[in-house]
């Protein structure tokens, strides 16, 4: 009769599958439908193995989402570290936070756990560390530079997010696109009270089929241009 030790051991000698892999199947999985999708069971049925085999490299799912999120950050650090520098860094950080950007509204989940937990996550920490980087070339104090990376990386991950949210049913089945949502939202405004919502009567043309990637250069513009300030610069 094998020992609760020998089946542990053979369990592990099964798992030939390597990190790399886990994390690939990993990131597969999210991608196709989110975090829920993302379970033991499935990624070893995707390995070719057992359950047990999926513990020899992480103890649970929340290290596994972790790592798995920093697996993608690492290939997003590699491109923001291969573009060139210039001469100011407020555009180095509208290169960089557009990557992060692009990111983040191909992979919704990233945005989710991005940062999450920086000891497992040193890629992340290292991105930080690059944006941070930006603000040092700047004129500013150390609360200033904090203040600056957290606004340009909430901006980044809260328009990011809110691009990637499901689309309503009647878009997402195919009734009406995009556009057509808006604009029938945009008829509503239409029909309000134009002195008790006069704000909204003044930009129902700019929302009537506005484009959300606009939105997010437009916020991080405007981030980046009180930076500017800021600095002195």
Do not use: C
Not at 153 to 172: C, F, K, N, W
């Amino acid at each position: 009769m094998a020992t609760p030790r020998s089946r542990r051991v053979r369990e592990r000698q099964r798992a030939s599958h390597s990190m790399e892999a886990v994390l690939t199947e990993s990131v597969a999985l999210l991608d196709e439908a989110g975090a829920p999708a993302l379970t033991f069971r499935a990624l070893a049925n995707r390995l070719g193995g057992g359950v047990a085999s999926i513990y020899w490299y992480v103890s649970s799912k929340d290290e596994l989402l972790d790592l798995a999120t920093d697996h993608v950050v690492g290939a997003v650090l590699t491109d923001i570290e291969r573009q060139p520098a210039s001469q100011d860094p407020i555009e180095d950080l509208r290169a960089m936070a557009t990557t992060l950007f692009d990111a983040i509204v191909q992979r919704p989940w990233l945005g989710t756990y991005f940062m999450r937990n920086t000891d497992l996550q040193t890629n992340a920490l290292r991105l930080y560390e690059r944006i941070g980087e930006q603000t040092r070339r700047l004129d500013l104090t150390p609360r200033q530079r904090f203040h600056a990376v957290s606004a340009i990386v909430g901006v980044v991950i809260g328009s990011a997010m809110d691009l990637a949210q499901e689309p309503p049913p009647e878009v997402r089945d195919g009734a009406v696109d995009r556009d057509e949502y808006l604009h029938r939202w945009a008829q509503t405004w239409r029909e309000l009270d134009p002195v008790e919502f006069p704000f909204v009567h003044e930009i129902i043309d700019e929302f009537d089929g506005h484009d959300d990637a606009d939105q997010f250069r437009a916020a991080l513009d405007l981030t980046l241009a009180g930076l500017r300030l800021q600095a002195g610069r």
